[in-house]
């Protein structure tokens, strides 16, 4: 089945510091992989996605990801956090598509980016 | 501007009550979505729509319905068969079903008293 973990519920950074929010995933074949951000009370903004190609996704607002198969994982990364960066993350995960799919993203439980001054 | 609007942003049911949430898209996307949201869970898919007049049940259909009229809108029915539909529910919109890369609307907080 597939499956998206993000381990940590919460991570704390101080403002200037890089930033890492953890994501791994199971799934059959090679997978699309999203992360989003989440402000309170808001809807969710897409941040950038891995299909194919360089291992490491530029996306809005600074941030990166880096996707590493042998590790089935997908870090969401920033050189430089900011305050306005704290927010809900979410990472999500589907497969490439076929006959026996339904295209549809399986999500993380998201983890709460508490960028302190 | 191009966008989803949902409404109402936050809605007070009484327990036996149907609600309909609304959702509109301005964005000439043929695939629409509703999502749960729950404190400490990941989205969880309630129904989605990839063309006008076709829908398909996502993980958590039950007490919920949708239409799908027209390409824009696809309002969502919470049933007073929905056992605890105290959530923020979030409409969703992408180019194609197979895009993952969703447009979400602000999002509509129901409350049963």
């Known amino acids: 089945a597939q499956s998206v973990a993000q381990p940590e519920d919460q991570v704390n950074v101080a403002e200037g510091n890089p930033l890492t929010v953890k994501c791994t995933y199971s799934?059959?074949?090679?997978?699309?992989l999203f992360w989003y951000v989440q402000y309170p009370n808001r809807g969710l903004q897409f941040l950038l996605k891995?299909?194919?190609?360089d291992n490491l996704v530029k996306g809005s607002y600074g941030f990166e990801a880096e996707f590493n198969k042998s590790q089935t994982s997908f870090h969401l990364k920033k050189p430089s956090a900011l305050v306005s960066d704290s927010a809900l993350y979410f990472c999500?995960?589907?497969?490439?598509?076929?006959?026996?799919?339904?295209?549809?993203?399986?999500w993380g439980a998201g983890t709460k980016l508490i960028i302190k001054p | 501007d191009g966008g989803i609007t949902q409404s109402p942003k936050y809605l007070f049911r009484k327990e036996g009550q149907n609600v309909t949430l609304s959702c509109e898209q301005n964005?000439?996307?043929?695939?629409m979505y509703w999502y749960r949201q729950d404190p400490g869970q990941g989205l969880r898919l309630i129904y989605y729509?990839?063309?006008?007049?076709?829908?398909q049940k996502g993980d958590i259909a039950e007490g919920y319905s949708v239409s799908r009229e027209k390409k824009e809108s696809f309002p969502l029915t919470v049933t007073s068969a929905q056992k605890n539909p105290t959530a923020f529910y979030l409409c969703?919109?992408?180019?194609?079903?197979?895009?993952?890369?969703?447009?979400f609307g602000e999002g509509s907080r129901l409350t049963v008293l």
């Open positions: 969703a919109s992408s180019s194609g079903a197979d895009t993952g890369e969703l447009f």
């Open positions: 964005l000439n996307h043929d695939a």
């Open positions: 729509s990839q063309i006008v007049n076709d829908f």
């Open positions: 799934v059959s074949g090679n997978p699309y």
């Open positions: 891995y299909i194919t190609g």
């Open positions: 999500a995960v589907r497969d490439i598509g076929g006959l026996d799919s339904n295209y549809q993203l399986i």
